[in-house]
């Protein structure tokens, strides 16, 4: 088949592009509320984008509390959403009140971060602790839509779990990393191939 993404006229139940660019991992958003309290949220459209410095991004669709709060405070956390923490991540999904502890509220211990305010979540295996850099606007398809925003951080501290840890190398195996594919469908970053000399 071949369809005018424009148009969106695919002709099937659901629009199939998130299922092509997939997967896509799951950044866990932490950010502190304007009552100085722990919010939290998963985001699936969301990635590093650079290296030296790395810059990563999640987008958030409509002005949600964890861009309000990263732009306000000027910090962020992505912790690394894995599969034994499956529920506790769709828990966290939920839409909730501004000043809601979404950590408290999926029963999550928050660890605190060494490089920015907002702690992290102490059960995920690796964290990003960010300082925000810039919010890229992303005008949606009707103008009845809301926009996207694209919200864009350096990452000035990082947190690894020790067990995860292996030869040297973070064993994302180990890390039990959950993916977004389309639909409602998820993966595991199980099978590591990895080639002698990793690029
Ligand atoms: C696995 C998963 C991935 C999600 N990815 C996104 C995303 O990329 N962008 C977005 O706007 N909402 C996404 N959501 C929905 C938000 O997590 C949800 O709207 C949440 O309430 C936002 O919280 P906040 O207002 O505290 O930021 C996702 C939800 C789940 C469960």
Redesign the pocket.
Known sequence: MYYDARKNNHGLEYDPVKAIVAPRP?GW?STINEEGGV?L??????NLVSYRPHYVM?????R????RNAEREGEFVCSVATLPLFDE??RT???VAPDVD?MQLAGLEAMPSQFVRPPRVAKSPAALECRYHQTVELPAADRHGEAYFMVIGEVVGVYIEDRVLRGGRYNTEMAEALG?LGYFDYTVARTIDVPAEPS
Do not use: M, T
């Open positions: 799951i958003i919010n949220a998963p985001y699936s459209f969301f999640f987008s958030s669709h409509g949600k509390d964890s861009l991540v769709n999904g939920a839409a979404e977004r």
